[in-house]
T-cell receptor, first 113, second 112 residues
Framework: KQEVTQIPAALSVPEGENLVLNCSFTDSAIYNLQWFRQDPGKGLTSLLLIQSSQREQTSGRLNASLDKSSGRSTLYIAASQPGDSATYLCAVESNQAGTALIFGKGTTLSVSS | GAGVSQSPSNKVTEKGKDVELRCDPISGHTALYWYRQSLGQGLEFLIYFQGNSAPDKSGLPSDRFSAERTGGSVSTLTIQRTQQEDSAVYLC??????????FGPGTRLTVL
């Protein structure tokens, strides 16, 4: 059974710092991995999708990497801003398209000005 | 609309009542998913629809939960005889064949 773990559960940093959020999964037979952002009381916003054949994806100040064989992904946030404060969720889709996502419990990020 | 929409945004009901939650997916998306997010818990999968195929109901927690998707578009999640442990945020997502899932804002259900 696929399990997704995110470390740390919470992180506080001053504005301007670069930071890394970690995600690990137990079954390497994944179709893709998706990073989401969730603001309090809101739904999920998709940040980056990495297909199993890819090693990384970039969007603005965000870079997500995937090491499928070791069951790990990282989300790198450059030059953090207070507006980045949110919960970041990692989710994997099993080895075929169109199946349910298995989520980690998230990392809650607080960026202070 | 451009994104996934859900209604109502908030629902307060009494224990034992039935509730219906609605999801409008992104136009053209063939797959539709329901998830539940409980306080202190992660997001858990409930049910998945793909085109005209039989839905994957493997995540439904009990037979009080059911869902249907009419015309391959709008979906309704029904919870019968609600219990306090059903209180949660119910999230709907849709995706195209490429697999990236897009989520709606959710329905916050409170069972008194």
């Amino acid at each position: 059974k696929q399990e997704v773990t995110q470390i740390p559960a919470a992180l506080s940093v001053p504005e301007g710092e670069n930071l890394v959020l970690n995600c690990s999964f137990t079954d390497s037979a994944i179709y893709n991995l998706q990073w989401f952002r969730q603001d309090p009381g809101k739904g999920l916003t998709s940040l980056l999708l990495i297909q199993s054949s890819q090693r990384e994806q970039t969007s603005g100040r965000l870079n997500a990497s995937l090491d499928k064989s070791s069951g790990r992904s990282t989300l790198y946030i450059a030059a953090s801003q207070p507006g980045d404060s949110a919960t970041y969720l990692c989710a994997v889709e099993s080895n075929q398209a169109g199946t349910a996502l298995i989520f980690g419990k998230g990392t809650t990020l607080s960026v202070s000005s | 609309g451009a994104g996934v929409s859900q209604s109502p945004s908030n629902k307060v009901t009494e224990k034992g009542k039935d509730v219906e939650l609605r999801c409008d997916p992104i136009s053209g998306h063939t797959a539709l998913y329901w998830y539940r997010q409980s306080l202190g818990q992660g997001l858990e999968f409930l049910i998945y629809f793909q085109g005209n195929s039989a839905p994957d109901k493997s995540g439904l927690p009990s037979d009080r939960f059911s869902a249907e998707r009419t015309g391959g578009s709008v979906s309704t999640l029904t919870i019968q005889r609600t219990q306090q442990e059903d209180s949660a945020v119910y999230l709907c997502a849709s995706s195209s064949l490429l697999g990236e899932q897009f989520f709606g804002p959710g329905t916050r259900l409170t069972v008194l």
